[in-house]
């Protein structure tokens, strides 16, 4: 039974990784908050399932209040406080173009397996070896993306690709966390989205764009 | 009571501030939240100096030596700043609703600040630092203009970006408390078992939080944030996040130090602590924005903390508490004098002011006086610091060390006094076309306060205070090699 959990537990990681790849890849501001969605859904399907391999019922309130959070309100969130124009802006300009990004990806996704067998040989939970390697491959690629990114949202998705990818490592190797404290951080998170909403649109009032790459005043720049 | 009461002041302040009760209360109950934030925290501290901790909630809420001094730091900036914000606000803005948005996130910020020293357990804290930033944001956007907008931008990714990453490393922590046999996860529960931690989770938990909260702390390369947030955020606020919001990250991540033993992680704050100041030490002699080189100047001293906590032995984490306590002063008397400069010649650009000394004697008086002592002349209280870590790194043999940071911190002084110096000196210029304002009384007042340990420190130490920080560096000894 538990050996059939981990193998569940190991596709969902798989899913969860493709997923961020996914981010840096597509274009569409409404398909990367899709991503998302789907990002905080595989998480919280990795968590009832780590519940199940490690016996602890902390894990299955952590992966219901991801899923309420990250795949109900934050996208309801964004719908609701940003422009239409936002959400439904399809990028064209990027830093990188897509295929060096990905391969960029793929390079970090290599060298966060490589850092993590260090940490793997302290040994622990059965469910480590698949959550370390991915969460910290995710929280790499997340940072990725929002570096590439100049558009807002898709920016931002970045970072909260990271955030997810972090607990997704954090479930596998402190499922012990007191429960406490993982809730408090998902209404941290529910906060920082409502400031980059206020932010957003005040950008979008001010400055007439979400293209806050393109927002480059303040440099150390002798020519000005 | 009185430690859970310091965050409770703030946020009972913020949410009197949101009411539209007239222009004149919002600011009012700020100040005395402060002021009465303030005296609990030397009430707490005292405390903590007689007893050596503090225990409000056991486990979730309590003080040792460190977490004294920095609940002290953050509640003496929290008054000045809200005695500063006052006079600066009400010269600035004129519409109603925008000074209680204002008031009411400064409070918000006031809060999560003190709760960083309050809280005893490491996920919390992570939690309050997340706090501080959230808090700031809209603070560093308020004037809306595009720079501000575009720093408050830089300012949120990279901040959410080094939270992530330490998040991560809160994870690993922990998973290296469960291997070491468990416990109560806060400071003291981790210091309890740090010896029996496996070397290489702590090691990796370690410079996770180096890198996520050193993006926070300002560390060269993770800074470029730092002087675009810290210039364009209004005065009061830019004292707040560069005296002590970025010291509140350096707390956790020298904590996360104190638990590996030393001959693994000293080399790390000497090295992280040297890139920084001498990056920031180049980067001050070409700046434009006078508020921008006290921004950098925030890096190259987080730098000298480093270094200081770095040299190891006893003198060497004294002098870094030490510096602590100066830097945090100091930055917030230099951001002060740099909004009083603003209101008297409203721009920011160094290349425009001139004879500052002759039009507005005050702000000239008060921006050279905070160039001097955050430079490092004597007899202010940051040479009083920065000697104490030379001197702890020639007891340590650290030679190399010690001469860099002494050439590098020689450049700082000389880049600051440059650009300082050709803003107070000279013939003022005769364009009267910027925005003028006299210096509100209030200002004048936080200007005078924020002086008083600025010069004290540099000539008298009090007993207590020795006292508190002594207890600080022997709370942050790193454990000896296993």
């Known amino acids: ?224 | 009571m009185n430690l859970i009461l310091v965050p409770a002041l703030p946020l009972a302040a913020a949410l009197v501030s949101v009411l539209p009760l007239g222009r004149r209360v919002a600011p009012t109950v700020t100040v005395l939240a402060g002021s009465a934030a303030l005296v609990l925290a030397v009430l707490d501290a005292l405390h903590v100096v007689a007893d050596h901790s503090l225990v409000a909630i056991a486990g979730w809420v309590e003080l040792d030596g460190f977490a004294a001094l920095l609940l002290l730091l953050n509640a003496f900036l929290g008054f000045t700043a809200a005695l500063y914000s006052w006079g600066y606000m009400a010269a600035h803005e004129a519409d109603a609703g925008r000074m209680r948005s204002y008031f009411a996130h400064f409070n918000l910020f006031v809060f999560s600040l003190v709760l960083v020293p309050v809280l005893g357990q490491p996920a919390f804290v992570w939690i309050a630092i997340e706090f501080t930033s959230l808090f700031s944001v809209l603070l560093v956007a308020f004037d809306n203009t595009r720079s501000a907008l575009e720093a408050a931008w830089k300012y949120i990714a990279l901040m959410f970006m080094g939270a992530a990453i330490a998040l991560l490393g809160f994870f690993v922590l922990f998973w290296a408390q469960q291997a070491a046999g468990g416990g109560h996860y806060s400071w003291s529960g981790l210091r309890v078992v740090a010896p029996q931690m496996p070397l290489v989770l702590v090691f990796a938990a370690f410079l996770l939080i180096l890198v996520g909260l050193g993006t926070k702390v300002g560390f060269v390369p993770m800074h470029t944030w730092l002087p675009d947030a810290h210039s364009q955020a209004p005065a009061p606020v830019c004292a707040l996040l560069s005296g002590i919001k970025t010291t509140n990250s350096l707390y956790v991540v020298l904590r996360l130090a104190a638990l590996l033993p030393i001959a693994s992680v000293l080399p790390w704050l000497r090295v992280v602590g040297l890139i920084s100041v001498g990056v920031a030490a180049f980067l001050l002699l070409q700046v434009r924005d006078y508020k921008r080189l006290f921004a950098y100047s925030t890096v190259e001293h987080m730098g000298i903390v480093c270094v200081g906590a770095g040299v190891g032995g006893p003198g060497g984490m004294l002098g870094a508490m030490a510096q602590i306590v100066s830097h945090s002063v100091t930055k917030s008397f230099c951001f002060y004098a740099a909004g009083a400069t603003l209101l008297a010649v409203g721009t920011r650009e160094i290349a425009s002011v001139r004879g500052l000394i002759r039009t507005s004697p005050v702000a000239g008086a008060a921006l050279l006086f905070g160039a001097l002592a955050i430079g490092g002349a004597p007899p202010f209280a940051v040479f009083l610091s920065e000697f104490s870590i030379f001197r702890a790194g020639l007891e340590q043999g650290q030679f190399l060390v010690t001469a860099l940071l002494v050439a590098l911190i020689t450049v700082a002084f000389f880049g600051i006094l440059m650009h300082v110096n050709r803003m107070v000196f000279g013939a003022p210029p005769d364009s009267g076309s910027a925005e003028r304002h006299a210096l509100p009384t209030t200002c004048l007042v936080a200007l005078i306060i924020a002086a008083i340990p600025v010069l004290v420190l540099g000539v008298y130490q009090p007993v207590s205070l020795h006292a508190l920080l002594s207890l600080a560096a022997s709370n942050l000894a790193p454990s000896p090699a296993p």
């Open chain 1, 1 to 224: 039974m538990i050996a059939w959990l981990q193998n569940l537990n190991a596709l969902t990681g798989g899913l969860f990784l493709l997923v961020t790849f996914g981010l840096v890849a597509v274009r569409q501001t409404q398909g990367c908050v899709r991503l998302f969605v789907a990002l905080s859904v595989l998480l919280g399907v990795s968590a009832f399932f780590l519940s199940a391999i490690y016996q602890t019922w902390h894990l299955i309130v952590i992966g219901v209040v991801d899923i309420v959070t990250k795949a109900i309100v934050i996208p309801w969130l964004l719908h609701r406080s940003l422009h239409d124009e936002v959400i439904t802006r399809r990028e064209v300009t990027q830093v990188l173009n897509i295929p060096t990004a990905l391969l960029i990806a793929l390079a970090l996704a290599i060298v966060a397996y490589l850092l993590s067998q260090p940490l793997l040989a302290v040994g622990g939970g059965a469910a480590i070896g698949v959550n370390l390697p991915i969460g910290l491959a995710g929280v790499l690629i997340g940072g990725l993306t929002a570096a590439v990114r100049r558009e807002a949202v898709p920016l931002f998705l970045g970072l909260l690709a990271m955030e997810n990818s972090a607990f997704f490592a954090g479930i596998g190797i402190a499922p012990e966390m007191p429960l406490i404290a993982e809730i408090s951080i998902a209404f941290d998170v529910l906060i920082l989205v409502l400031v980059v909403s206020v932010l957003t649109r005040t950008v979008h009032e001010h400055i007439g764009t979400t293209e806050v790459g393109a927002l480059t005043v303040l440099r150390e720049d002798p020519t000005r």
